[in-house]
């Protein structure tokens, strides 16, 4: 089992950029394959990127493709989120995700109901 938590979310104006990490607890991190999801209000939650468990392979959503980056440090139990070029439709509650028992593969790294393990969320507010 892992928990996570996630942190670095803010207020940041349009073509700003953001940190986003997600410590985990436990001591099997890199046997996790992990990704961001976000949600707006109002709207349902979507993928934002996935990493596999050893760091490579990162995959993107379309809308965030060349300004997000997400990373990992298997020694740090962390996974990042470096947001750039942030823009007020990437306003959203930012979520960190889990998966302990699937293969990573692209088909399947973009859906909720793979992820076993969830963050809280951290807020991101890109104001116009």
């Known amino acids: 089992q892992v928990q996570l938590v996630e942190s670095g979310g803010g207020l940041v104006q349009t073509g700003g950029s953001l940190r986003l990490s997600c410590a985990a607890s436990g001591r099997t991190f890199s046997s996790y394959v992990m990704a961001w999801f976000r949600q707006a209000p109002g709207k349902e939650r979507e993928f934002v990127a996935s990493?596999?468990?050893?760091?490579?392979?990162?995959y993107y959503a379309e809308s965030v493709k060349g300004r997000f980056t997400i990373s990992r440090d298997n020694a740090k139990n962390t996974v990042y989120l470096q947001a750039n070029s942030l823009k007020p439709e990437d306003t959203a509650v930012y979520y960190c995700a889990a998966d302990g028992s699937s293969p990573y593969l692209v088909v399947t790294a973009t859906r909720i109901s793979v992820y076993d393990y969830w963050g809280q969320g951290t807020q991101v507010t890109v104001s116009s």
């Open positions: 990493i596999s468990r050893s760091g490579g392979s990162p």
